[in-house]
Every structure is written in C-alpha cells, then in structure tokens.
C-alpha cells in the first residue's frame, strides 16, 4: 500500500529568529535593567561574552531541531519504502503463484491497485500483431462493466503505452492529445500510469492505474514500483501462457495416442474378427462345430473390444497393469489370444530377458501386434517370426514374415498410419525402428529398446 506522512520540518526561516529574539532578550535584560545595568556596563566584553555564548548555544540548538527533522523525515521515508517493497514482494508471490491466464490477470490488477493505492486498474494482453486479446478491469463495478459492452481494442492511451513499449504517466487525461474520450457511461479518470509488461524483449501487454486514491497525481516512485511490479507480472503471463500452450499440447498429444491405440488395438482386433468370421462361414455346412466355435469365438474377441473402447476412453489401460509379468509372457498372450487363419505364429525369446520399464512394454506390445498384423493382412505370409534377443543394455524384438514384402522408402498413404505409428511407439520407448523388406523377400520389423540396465526404471 502506498503511504505518506506528514512532513515536520523546521528550516532556517523559522528556527533562527527564534533564536536571535532569545539573544535579544537575554542582552536586553543583562544591560538594561535597572538592577544589572549599571553593574555590568563597565564590562562590556563580559557582556559580549554571555551574548556570545547565548548565541552559540541559539545557532547548536537550530542545527539540532533541523537534523532531527532531516533523520524523522529520512526514516518515514525509509519506512515506507519499506512497507512498499514488502507490499511488492506480496503481491508478487500471489501474482506468480497462480497458472492460468484468467486468475493470473484478475491477480495482477488488483494487486498493482493495492502496491501504489487507486481507484481504478485495469491490464491488457496482446496478440503478436498488438492487439488486445483480454481486458480484466478492477474499480468498476460489474453492472458498469456490463452495459459498456465490448472491451477496449488498443486505440488512444491504452494501446500508447504498448505502441511506445514505456511507461506513460498523465496528469490529465482529458488534455492529453492522445485521448479519445471514454466511453457513455464510463466513469470519468483524471490522471493515467501505465507500463508495458515487456518480457525478454516482447510486449506480452500492459498494466493501467488510474486516479491515486488520495487525489493526488502520481509521482516517480508510483512508476518505480509499477514498473518492478509490472516486471513480476509480465513473467507470471508469460508462464499462465506457456502453461496453457502444454496443456493444449498434451491434450493433441492424447488425442493423437488414442487414434494410435484405436489403430493398433481396436482396429486390428476387428480386422483379426471379420478374419475368423469369414472362416467360420465356410464351415457352416462342412464343420458346423468349427463354425459355431468361431463364432462364439468372435462373439468374445468383440465383447473384448467393447471393453478395450472403455478403456480408451477413461485411460485406463488393462494391458499396463499385465505388464507386471514380463514381456515375454505378455506377448505370448497376445499371439495366442488372436486367431491367424492358415499362418503359423511363433515366439522365441534368447537368452534372459531383463524387466522394461511397463511404458516401454506397452509400446513394444503394440509394436509387436501391428507387425504381426500387417504380415497376416498385407503381406500374405504363411509364417510370422516374434523374437527377442538380448543385446547388453538393450532388447532388440523382431517380427520376421515370409510374405510378399514392400519397398519401406515407399510412400505411406495416410488411410494406412501403421508404420507411421510403430515409428512413433518407438521414439516414446527411446528407442528406435528399423524395417527390412522388399519385394519377393519377406519383412522384418525390428524394435530395439533401452532394457532396466540402459537407463530405464524397474516395473
């Protein structure tokens, strides 16, 4: 809070006719009276001398009330520079503290109010071009705010301060040649502090004052301490900013590993039951008890995926929490549990596995499920290879098929992200892909991954 105090100061103009009318007096007394006159007339430089000494002793008492008025007026002073920066570091903390732009803004007007004391705040923030893109007002009461309508757009005073990137301090607003008046109902402001809120170099906005709350224009130390305060704001906006900007990131990065999962989970465990649906349909007749095991077998895969959606959706991953058990027997379960009518699927795993980090496990099983898939839907193969294979402090998981092959530089239509997606599921596990295949030769997919002993946590 801005204070002041009353100035008790006793300059030379008062102080010292006081004290020459105290050496008059003493010398009028000594020489002139009736009693003491005579006797001291003969000694006219004892006399001087007690006038002497009177007014020595008149000129000490002056310089003593004038530094005693200097050290009461430095220490008010001090004290309440003191109580300022205390009232900066405050609202600072409480400014700092918050995250999102809106409590960040409602934060910064009220207190730059309460650290220089006004009636009125308000504090903008711009887009990249200059213009306003929020406006949070304080002083003004709600019902006001509502019937003025639309926030400023940055012309007139407002939009100097940013223009100028300085801060603007006016005495009288309605003078001022950049003025354009304010607005029908709008309550009248006389005297303007603004500053710009710059950081590293970039006018994120800017924070408006308007009229002192004892009626008094604003000085140079208002703006000092708006300026220290405005600094403390513009890297409180700038973080709300950024935070905001992760979190609509995170959210674009979710929605992108829901599509994945959807693809490598959902979408192939359809596929894999429209497979053995189109089986089951040609033992009908031939084999009805393979038919009607096929389709109770569908019926399960599809109930399955039903609850697999769930999880999607509330993220909650059931594989995650099967993840506890290895890697190994996490994938035979996968290949066991998933019909591939006319291929023959097997899994070898060389030497000792050691544990992976359960989001690594996640990654490598959908990897592993989009291979084995593409091989059995894509390439035609009559067998499909899973192996693991220990190399010092990474795993190296392959996916070999006999199938027909593909040229791997070829373009990827974008209906079909399953590459796209296995490269991706290999960059969040740290570690990387690599595919071999061309025509005629069969695949192989290869995903090489940090295990525990390469840096990753323990499941």
Excluded: C
């Excluded at 893109?133 to 019902?143: Q, R, T």
């Excluded at 071999?436 to 069969?442: E, Q």
């Amino acid at each position: 809070m801005k204070h002041s105090g009353t100035r008790r100061l006793r300059p030379w103009g008062v102080g010292l006719p006081i004290a020459l009318t105290v050496v008059l007096e003493v010398f009028r007394n000594l020489v002139l009276s009736p009693r003491l006159g005579p006797a001291v007339a003969g000694d006219v430089e004892g006399v001087l001398a007690i006038a002497g000494v009177i007014a020595f002793s008149a000129v000490i008492w002056v310089l003593v009330e004038r530094a005693e008025a200097k050290t009461v007026t430095a220490y008010r002073a001090a004290s309440a520079h003191e109580r300022q920066l205390v009232a900066l570091h405050e609202a600072a903390l409480s400014v700092t503290a918050a995250l999102d732009l809106p409590t960040v803004l409602r934060r910064v007007v009220e207190e730059s109010r309460n650290v220089v004391g006004t009636r009125y705040g308000a504090v903008a923030v711009v887009t990249p071009a200059g213009s306003i893109e929020e406006f949070v007002s304080s002083g003004i009461d709600e019902e006001t705010v509502r019937r003025l309508g639309a926030p400023p757009t940055g012309h007139g005073l407002l939009g100097l301060a940013i223009a100028e990137r300085r801060p603007l301090r006016i005495d009288d607003v309605a003078t001022h040649p950049g003025a354009t008046g304010f607005p029908p109902g709008h309550p009248v402001m006389h005297t303007l502090l603004a500053v710009p809120l710059l950081y590293e170099n970039t006018v994120l906005g800017s924070l408006y004052l308007a009229d002192r709350t004892d009626g008094q224009p604003f000085d140079a130390a208002d703006q000092e301490a708006l300026a220290r305060f405005g600094a403390q704001a513009a890297i409180a906006v700038a973080n709300a900013r950024l935070h905001e900007e992760l979190r609509r990131l995170s959210l674009l990065e979710e929605r992108e590993r829901i599509s994945m999962d959807l693809h490598d989970g959902v979408l192939q465990t359809l596929y894999a039951t429209g497979l053995g649906l189109e089986s089951a349909g040609e033992d009908v007749e031939r084999n009805p008890a393979a038919a009607r095991t096929g389709i109770q077998r569908a019926i399960d895969r599809i109930h399955g995926t039903i609850g697999d959606i769930r999880h999607y959706i509330f993220d909650l991953r059931a594989e995650q929490e099967q993840a506890g058990q290895g890697l190994v027997p996490l994938l035979r379960q996968l290949l066991e549990s998933t019909d591939h009518p006319g291929v023959t699927v097997s899994l070898e795993a060389e030497g000792t596995v050691d544990p992976l980090p359960r989001h690594v496990q996640w990654e490598v099983w959908h990897v592993v499920q989009e291979a084995v898939s593409n091989a059995v839907r894509h390439a035609r193969a009559g067998r499909v290879a899973v192996r693991l294979r220990a190399e010092g402090p990474e795993l190296a998981v392959s996916v070999t098929d006999d199938g027909v092959g593909f040229d791997p530089q070829a373009p990827v239509d974008q209906t079909h992200g399953g590459l796209r997606n296995m490269r991706r599921r290999a960059a969040a596990a740290g570690g990387r892909l690599d595919v071999g295949s061309a025509a005629g030769t069969g695949t192989t997919v290869t995903l090489t991954v940090p295990t525990a002993r390469g840096g990753g946590l323990q499941p």
